[in-house]
């Protein structure tokens, strides 16, 4: 079992930037590969970005790519998104997940989700 909880959400002007942090409890959070997705309201989960347990591998969304950058510290079990050039179309509710099974872009391939944290871009 590992719990996920989402900070950094808020409202941002369109162009600006916010940066996301998750943090991890319970299993050894290393282990982990770690996800995040968004979902607007009356749409599908999106996969946003992912991370592998060591941070050598990433992978984007087509929307997000060289916009928004996924990072972690194992030894502070913190997984951060950070959002630069912010779009209104970036508004969503974001969460975390982690997967000890796969770099996934699927939101099946994560077994544990946190609650999800607020993104607000304005024009």
């Known amino acids: 079992q590992v719990q996920l909880t989402e900070s950094g959400g808020g409202l941002a002007q369109a162009g600006g930037s916010l940066r996301l942090s998750c943090a991890a409890s319970?299993?050894?959070?290393?282990?982990?590969?770690m996800g995040w997705f968004r979902q607007a309201p009356g749409k599908d989960r999106d996969f946003v970005a992912a991370?592998?347990?060591?941070?050598?591998?990433?992978k984007y969304a087509d929307s997000v790519k060289g916009r928004f950058t996924a990072s972690r510290d194992n030894a502070k079990t913190t997984v951060h998104l950070d959002m630069n050039s912010l779009k209104p179309e970036d508004t969503a509710v974001y969460f975390c997940?982690?997967?000890?099974?796969?770099?996934?872009?699927?939101?099946?391939?994560?077994?544990?989700w946190g609650q999800g944290t607020q993104v607000t871009v304005s024009t």
């Open positions: 997940a982690a997967s000890l099974s796969a770099v996934g872009v699927r939101p099946e391939d994560y077994t544990y």
């Open positions: 319970g299993r050894t959070f290393s282990n982990f590969h």
């Open positions: 991370i592998s347990w060591s941070g050598f591998t990433t």
